[in-house]
């Protein structure tokens, strides 16, 4: 084939990258405009975000995949956003980790993101407006809840704005290419169970397994020592400069993690929302009953209902709560007096859109 045959499609695509080139810049310097209307306000709007890319996404007509358009326009906004004022946004590190990896998915790459040793101290940041935002992981659908994040969400003044959801892919990396001679692997405890049974299967039962704070902690340690191998995902293998020896060894082919965005705003509600609570009650016969109750009769689905000790007494439970809906909502403002009127304590750590991408 002679490249003559793609000079008139080189021809049309040089032009179109010219007409793409100028509507970009059109948007950015409207968001230039709202930046400069919205004073001394919060630049982010998560609401309007979540639209824009639900919008994009009910436009396209190909064939570019809904997913890769929602990802471009991501970017996009993540640049506007930019021209009115960089974010900052405070996650658990060191660089590499699949929470970063969580905050560029959310945020897009414009945002300035800062590594923080524990999420405690991510949301210190936000806390002392050092950060305008913090990212941490909440669940893991093979190893449940982040216990730590639950407790800061009791007492955290910030509000929950937004969700990520993160698929994750685990690799086993090495300096080298070579299955032989690995005689540690270092990784995450979490990331360590989710691919327990292919380590079992895949490496001779002298290769010891140690548990590190990251999976990009594991990664640098791989690159430092020729005889070690990390499991970690894509982010920290490029940033280590290491081989991939197998590629999504996690046992379960849907492993995702969900995060948590905090900030000191309210959310406008977006047209599709969850609202996370925290409860107490006193631990009496028929109570989990009587807190459900309000919600099921307003016709509100519940997406997470969990129980975690409360840290006062002996055997006094806390729950964490997401349903359906947005606080604003008049249904959801009326179970939330129903419920206001049956626990001890309710908390309304944030309504926000539910993720998009
Ligand atoms: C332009 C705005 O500011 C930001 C940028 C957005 C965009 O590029 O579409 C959307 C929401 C905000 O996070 C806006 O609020 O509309």
Same mark, same amino acid.
Not at 9 to 17: E, L, S, T, V
Not at 92 to 101: E, V
Not at 205 to 208: E, I, N, Q, T, W
Not at 307 to 312: D, I, L
């Given at each position: 084939m002679?490249?003559?045959?793609l000079?008139p499609?080189?021809?049309?695509?040089?032009?179109?990258?010219g007409e793409?080139?100028q509507l970009?810049n059109?948007?950015?310097?409207?968001?230039?405009?709202?930046?400069e209307?919205?004073g001394?306000?919060a630049v982010?709007?998560?609401e309007?975000?979540?639209?824009?890319?639900?919008?994009i996404?009910?436009?396209?007509a190909?064939?570019?995949p809904?997913?890769?358009?929602?990802?471009?326009?991501?970017?996009?906004m993540?640049?506007?956003?930019?021209?009115?004022?960089?974010?900052t946004?405070?996650y658990?590190?060191?660089?590499?980790?699949?929470?970063?990896?969580a905050a560029?998915?959310?945020?897009?790459?414009a945002a300035h993101t800062?590594?923080c040793?524990?999420?405690?101290?991510?949301?210190?940041?936000v806390?002392a407006r +050092?950060? #305008?935002? @913090?990212?941490?992981?909440v669940?893991n659908?093979t %190893?449940?809840s982040?216990?730590?994040? *639950?407790?800061?969400?009791v007492?955290?003044?910030?509000?929950?704005?937004g969700?990520?959801v993160?698929?994750i892919?685990?690799h086993?990396?090495r300096?080298?290419?070579?299955?032989?001679?690995i005689?540690?692997v270092?990784a995450?405890?979490q990331?360590?169970?989710q691919?327990h049974?292919?380590l079992?299967?895949?490496?001779s039962?002298?290769?010891?397994r140690v548990?590190?704070?990251s999976n990009a902690?594991?990664?640098?340690?791989?690159a430092? +020592?020729? #005889?070690? @191998?990390a499991?970690?995902g894509?982010?920290a293998? %490029?940033?280590?400069?290491?081989?991939? *020896?197998?590629?999504n060894?996690?046992d379960?082919?849907?492993?995702?993690?969900?995060?948590?965005?905090?900030g000191h705003?309210?959310t406008a509600?977006?047209?599709?929302d969850k609202?996370s609570?925290?409860v107490s009650?006193p631990?009496?016969a028929?109570?989990?009953?009587?807190l459900?109750?309000?919600?099921?009769?307003?016709?509100?689905?519940?997406s997470k209902?969990e129980?975690?000790?409360?840290?006062?007494g002996l055997w006094e439970?806390?729950?964490f709560? #997401?349903?359906e809906?947005?606080?604003?909502d008049a249904?959801?403002r009326?179970a939330?007096?129903?419920?206001?009127?049956?626990?001890?304590?309710?908390?309304?750590?944030?309504?926000?859109?539910?993720?998009?991408?």
């Open positions: 002679s490249d003559e045959k000079l499609h080189r021809q049309a695509i040089d032009a179109i990258d793409i080139l970009l059109r948007r950015a310097a409207h968001a230039r405009a709202i930046g209307l919205k001394t306000g982010y709007r998560p309007r975000e979540a639209q824009v890319l639900r919008r996404q009910d436009l396209n190909g064939p570019l809904d997913e890769a358009v929602a990802r471009l326009f991501r970017e996009v993540s640049e506007c956003l930019a021209v009115e004022r960089p974010l946004i405070a658990l590190g060191p660089q590499g980790t699949f929470t970063q990896q560029v998915k959310h945020f897009g790459h800062v590594a040793a524990t999420v405690d101290e991510s949301l210190r940041l806390e +050092q950060a #305008d935002y @913090a990212v941490a992981p669940e659908s %190893e449940g982040v216990g730590r994040t *639950l407790d800061l969400l007492s955290t003044p910030l509000k929950i704005c969700e990520v993160l698929r892919h685990h086993l990396l300096q080298n290419n070579d299955l032989n001679g005689t540690v270092y995450h405890a990331a360590l169970a691919c049974y292919w079992g299967k895949n490496l039962d002298s290769v010891r548990a590190v704070s902690e594991a990664a640098r340690l791989a430092e +020592q020729p #005889d070690a @191998a499991v970690a894509q982010t293998a %490029e940033i280590y400069a290491l081989h991939k *020896l197998a590629e060894i996690e379960e082919p849907d492993n995702t993690t969900r995060f948590l965005v905090l705003q309210h509600p977006s047209g599709r609202t609570l925290v009650a631990n009496r028929g109570m989990l009953n009587r459900v109750e309000p919600f099921t009769r307003a016709g509100i689905s519940m209902f129980s975690r000790p409360s840290r006062n439970y806390l729950f709560v #997401d349903i809906g947005h606080g604003d249904a959801v009326q939330l007096d129903g419920l206001r009127e049956r626990a001890a304590f309710v908390k309304v750590a944030g309504s926000y859109p539910a993720a998009v991408i």
